[in-house]
């Protein structure tokens, strides 16, 4: 694990606490977000006090400002698809950083199985990317339905490359951040894998106490 895939790991754990916070304030955000609409403002140009540095705080300014000038579906309570995309987010993604922390620490400081480790990321990066890929994926098919509330449309523009949505580009990092950390961990293998395979073979194989060899044999 390098410095890269370390702070990214600890940003998945971060922002489980985020969607946790989301699913649990879901109707007060929403509220929050028509707010910003109706006013036409911004969470950038608002002033809030420190405690707003805390992580539920953070996350109800956050998806706040997501749901009014990014994806809507995030201020819908008919339906529960951003809070199913949040929580399994959180459920698979962020539980799986806590696991892979805890690996490394685990094998910084004790004997640990590198199996699980790699489980672990395996796990948490995969299913990271897979549920960027699948959510930009139904959002570029609900800005063509006219009958959804992400429509592109005067009242909610897209423009060239959703430049009118410029938040929708922070889930570019939950695409290339798990990419790279697969790929990292893919290209290190001819390191990883004797090693793991000399660990798990030592471990298997128990030791013989030494005898001295008779005249017979």
């Known amino acids: 694990m390098n410095v890269v895939m370390y702070y990214w790991l600890t940003m998945t754990v971060l922002t489980m606490f985020w969607e946790c916070s989301f699913v649990y304030q879901y109707k007060s955000i929403n509220a929050f ?35 009014a000038y990014a994806d809507r579906e995030y ?8 809070r199913v995309i949040e929580s399994s987010h959180a459920m698979f993604c962020g539980v799986g950083a806590v696991l892979v922390l805890y690996q490394k620490i685990q094998k910084r400081y004790y004997i640990t199985n590198t199996k699980n480790y790699y489980l672990a990321l395996g796990t948490s990066m995969g299913s990271q990317l897979m549920n960027s890929v699948l959510y930009m994926a139904n959002y570029f098919v609900q800005i063509q339905d006219k009958y959804n509330i992400n429509y592109c449309s005067r009242e909610f523009p897209c423009r060239f490359a959703l430049t009118a949505r410029a938040f929708m580009y922070v889930n570019v990092f939950w695409t290339v951040m798990p990419s790279y950390a697969i790929v990292y961990t893919w290209n ?24 001295p060899i008779s005249q017979d044999e």
């Open 75 to 82: 201020m819908v309570s008919a339906n529960d698809w951003s």
């Open 33 to 67: 977000s028509q707010e910003l609409i109706d006013t036409n403002t911004h969470v950038w140009t608002n002033e809030y006090g420190w405690e707003y540095m805390l992580p539920w705080k953070t996350a109800f300014i956050f998806y706040g400002e997501y749901g």
């Open 188 to 211: 290190n293998r001819n390191k990883i894998l004797p090693r793991f395979l000399s660990e798990t073979e030592n471990a298997q194989c128990p030791t013989q106490a030494w005898r």
